[in-house]
Each structure stands twice: as structure tokens, then as C-alpha cells.
């Protein structure tokens, strides 16, 4: 059975990506890899074009991961409270 794919989401303005492949890194960190051997094995770069909202990408392990765009959520509420120091 294959993993399900890692979905990476980029900002409106993006054209490209850069992202981690979730299952190379369980792969790295249950072969017992280094955290360095683990991002290096698991790396994957990219471009979107500016027109499209989904791309579908492979890592060299051939994982897949979806890069989706997605509107900037609202800003939060902020309470003025939470900046006071007691």
C-alpha cells in the first residue's frame, strides 16, 4: 500500500517551493539517518506557475506531494491583555 501524499500549501504570490517529503524523513529516522542525512535525503525544490493552484511532485524516492495555494487566513484577534507582564 502507498503512503498517502504529503500536501505542501504555498502563498497566492509563490512561484516556487521548497519542502520536506514527510515519509523520506520516517524512512531516515527509523534507518537511524542524522538529522542532516534526513533533510538532505528528504529535500525536494520546485516551481508553480502563477496560474496554477495544485502541482503534484515527486521526491527522488518517488513519494508523492501535492502544493496547493491557499488565501492568507485572516489576521487573529488580538487581545491586549496577552502583551501585559504580571
Given at each position: 500500500m502507498?503512503?498517502?501524499?504529503?500536501t505542501?500549501w504555498?502563498?497566492?504570490s509563490a512561484t516556487?517551493?521548497?519542502?520536506?517529503?514527510?515519509h523520506?524523513?520516517e524512512?531516515?529516522?527509523v534507518?537511524g539517518?542524522?538529522?542532516f542525512?534526513?533533510?538532505q535525503a528528504?529535500?525536494?525544490?520546485?516551481?508553480?506557475?502563477?496560474?496554477?493552484n495544485?502541482?503534484?511532485?515527486?521526491?527522488?524516492?518517488?513519494?508523492e506531494?501535492?502544493v496547493?495555494?491557499?488565501?492568507?487566513?485572516p489576521?487573529?484577534?488580538?487581545?491586549?491583555?496577552?502583551?501585559?507582564?504580571?
Amino acid at each position: 500500500m502507498s503512503a498517502a501524499p504529503t500536501t505542501v500549501w504555498v502563498s497566492p504570490s509563490a512561484t516556487a517551493f521548497s519542502c520536506l517529503c514527510e515519509h523520506c524523513l520516517e524512512h531516515a529516522r527509523v534507518a537511524g539517518a542524522s538529522l542532516f542525512e534526513a533533510i538532505q535525503a528528504a529535500g525536494l525544490r520546485g516551481a508553480i506557475p502563477v496560474d496554477t493552484n495544485l502541482v503534484v511532485a515527486r521526491c527522488e524516492a518517488g513519494h508523492e506531494l501535492v502544493v496547493r495555494r491557499v488565501e492568507r487566513p485572516p489576521g487573529l484577534a488580538t487581545d491586549v491583555r496577552q502583551l501585559q507582564l504580571a
